[in-house]
């Protein structure tokens, strides 16, 4: 099946450094990938859409200058937290879409990433 | 008021019962549905996709959907222990992969061996 990676799985870092996560689709290419945040008890929100060779698309409240995304190629987006704070801490998920399906039932999402601002 | 609500749980039920997993919604303009489930510290798989009011079934599990009441449900029959995970619904205006996908809380079950 289709799987995504996110590395790293876990990450504590100190207030005001910057952090870069990756998703990888292991074994299809996918032109879409979507970040989420979850904070503890809370519901996955979309934090932004990227597309490979463009732009993202960020979600209202969502600060584009903090959270740098970059979907270079179409197995991999980045997403860097800037200038890390403790409210930034959460889990971090990637989802990527098959580029050979339209559709969202191929919509795949990775392990997450766990992320402890000090 | 939150766009799609659900109970967060948790919920334990011995082995074998059937679970009962439910979520309301308000915007009107949602056709079609998921669920999702999340084992700690992994990231959601797609259980069952609906798009119609009635009844979906695979397997064990059972979606259904009910538009007019803004209600929708995964029934697990025969529950396992391998079953216990956070459940989450989903849902969207349209099946388009870029569509964005708004969540639920999502229930945090258990099954008690």
């Known amino acids: 099946g289709a799987v995504v990676s996110q590395h790293p799985s876990w990450v504590i870092c100190k207030s005001g450094t910057s952090v870069k996560i990756e998703c990888r689709s292991l074994?299809?290419?996918?032109?879409?990938m979507f970040w989420y945040r979850q904070f503890p008890k809370q519901s996955l929100m979309l934090m932004a859409t990227s597309n490979e060779g463009s732009k993202a698309t960020y979600e209202q409240g969502v600060e584009k200058d903090k959270f740098l995304i970059n979907h270079a190629s179409l197995t991999l987006s980045t997403l860097t937290v800037t200038s890390a704070h403790p409210e930034d801490s959460s889990f971090y998920i990637c989802?990527?879409?098959?580029?050979?399906?339209?559709?969202?039932?191929?919509?795949?999402f990775g392990p997450g990433t766990r992320l402890l601002v000090l | 008021q939150k766009e799609v609500e659900q109970d967060p749980g948790p919920l334990s039920v011995p082995e074998g019962a059937i679970v009962s997993l439910n979520c309301t919604y308000s915007n009107s303009a949602f056709q079609y549905f998921m669920w999702y489930r999340q084992y700690s510290r992994k990231g959601p798989e797609l259980l069952m996709y609906t798009y119609s009011s009635g009844n979906k079934e695979d397997g064990r599990f059972t979606a259904q959907v009910d538009k007019s009441s803004k209600y929708i449900s995964l029934f697990i029959r025969d529950s396992q222990p391998s079953d216990s995970a956070t459940y989450l619904c989903a849902m969207s205006i349209s099946n388009f992969g870029n569509e964005k996908l708004t969540f639920g809380t999502g229930t945090r079950l258990t099954i008690i061996p």
């Open positions: 989802s990527a879409r098959d580029q050979n399906s339209y559709f969202q039932e191929t919509q795949y």
């Open positions: 074994d299809f290419q996918a032109t879409t």
